[in-house]
């Protein structure tokens, strides 16, 4: 929805695109997570990469100076048929090296929410399979804050 402008937000009282909106907010930097139900299990993993390139270019070509922190995806609770944790793992690498090769910065975020088995703990998961509790969506936050889940330093210019 993002990449084909058909998603709005409501920026000062106008909506328009997430890139428009970005532009328009005149923002230095953008954190983007492209999460597994809402992409990979509908689309599989080659067409969210060519998603990911496309919103990467829609967002430069109307603020080209923007950093992009692009997010690595949290694990599953439980596999279904459509979208697994190898799936999830596959996607993460690819995005790790899209990021390299896209001048982003990747952010490693999924691997803190995985038990030793590779999936999302029930502790973090509020419906059994993908969905954070409130209290793991504040620990994501706190990644965010460590530059050592960062491919680069967040805080270079």
Not at 9 to 14: D, I, N, P, Q, T
Not at 49 to 71: G, K, S
Request: glycine share 4%; net charge negative; with cysteine.
């Amino acid at each position: 929805a993002a990449v084909d402008n058909s998603m709005l937000v409501r920026y000062h009282g106008r909506d328009m695109s997430p890139q428009d909106a970005l532009a328009a907010a005149e923002v230095n930097k953008v954190y983007i997570m492209l999460g597994a139900m809402g992409d990979l299990a509908p689309y599989g993993i080659d067409k969210t990469m060519e998603n990911w390139a496309t919103l990467l270019a829609n967002i430069r070509e109307r603020n080209p100076d923007i950093r992009v922190f692009i997010q690595s995806c949290t694990p599953l609770a439980a596999d279904t048929a459509r979208l697994t944790n190898q799936m999830i793992d596959e996607y993460n690498e690819r995005l790790r090296d899209f990021a390299a090769e896209n001048n982003a910065t990747f952010v490693e975020i999924g691997e803190h929410f995985k038990n030793d088995r590779g999936l999302l703990p029930y502790e973090h998961c509020r419906d059994g399979f993908a969905h954070l509790r409130i209290d793991s969506a504040r620990l994501w936050v706190e990644l965010l804050k460590d530059p050592a889940n960062y491919s680069v330093s967040p805080y270079e210019s």
